[in-house]
């Protein structure tokens, strides 16, 4: 039930993939909406500090996540070969860019030096300021790279819909429901 088999996703592997999704969505367009908003604006500081907020606890969670990813089985892969690479290739990048706007991000909000407070629950220290334009240059990377995260998402979720109505593979069962995770026997029945 929590842990992963070779036929199917535990259940914590299930929770950090759909808080997470969840999570990167809302962020993004948090993030879009903030950068907008006017200098008198009630949220133009509140904003920011929820999205900084809720970003370092995603960044932590993907941490325990990709750790539990490498010492838990995965369900083997459906498809034909040239799909399982481009499953495992579009996973891995879905992991890399994730990283990379989190990172860009927490680049951002540490360039003047000063830590990150979490929700006042905690504070992350600046363990990199200082560089040559770096608030630009995060911000630019941040931008893009959260820009081509919600790409390859999208491409993503549209290949888990194909695997599901058009393959009639079990790969977005098994990503919302525990219990096959016991199951020996993945083929489906139709
Ligand atoms: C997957 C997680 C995240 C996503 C999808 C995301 C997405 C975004 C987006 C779309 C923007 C608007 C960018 C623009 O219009 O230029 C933004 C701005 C920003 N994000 Fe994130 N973000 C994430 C995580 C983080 C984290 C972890 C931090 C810091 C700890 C952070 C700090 C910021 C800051 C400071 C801005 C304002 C940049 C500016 O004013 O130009 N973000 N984010
Ligand atoms: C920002 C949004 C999303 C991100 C970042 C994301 C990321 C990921 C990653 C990294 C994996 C690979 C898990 C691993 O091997 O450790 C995965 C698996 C999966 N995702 Fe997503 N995902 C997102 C949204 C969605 C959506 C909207 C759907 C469905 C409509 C979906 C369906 C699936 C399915 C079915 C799997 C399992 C694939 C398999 O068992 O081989 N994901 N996702």
């Not at 360039?111 to 006042?120: D, E, M, Q």
């Not at 109505?165 to 489906?188: A, E, F, I, Q």
């Amino acid at each position: 039930m929590w842990r992963n088999s070779r036929s199917g996703w535990g259940l914590v592997s299930i929770l950090f993939h759909w808080l997470s999704a969840l999570t990167i969505i809302g962020l993004f367009a948090l993030g879009w909406w903030m950068t907008g908003l006017g200098y008198y604006d009630p949220w133009y500081n509140q904003g920011p500090w929820i999205h900084r907020s809720i970003g370092l606890l995603l960044l932590f969670a993907t941490l325990a996540r990709l750790i539990w990813r490498l010492v838990q089985p995965t369900p083997k892969a459906e498809g034909s070969r040239l799909e399982t690479i481009a499953a495992h290739l579009g996973h891995i990048g879905l992991y890399v860019l994730v990283l990379v706007v989190m990172i860009s991000g927490y680049l951002i909000s540490t360039a003047n030096g000063r830590g990150i407070s979490v929700f006042g629950w905690f504070e992350v220290p600046a363990l990199l300021h200082g560089l040559p334009n770096q608030a630009s240059l995060a911000g630019d990377i941040h931008w893009y790279t959260a820009l081509a995260l919600m790409i390859l998402a999208a491409g993503h979720a549209l290949a888990a819909i194909k695997h599901h109505w058009l393959d009639g593979h079990k790969t977005l069962v098994r990503m919302l429901n525990p219990v096959l995770s016991k199951r020996s026997d993945h083929k489906v029945v139709r």
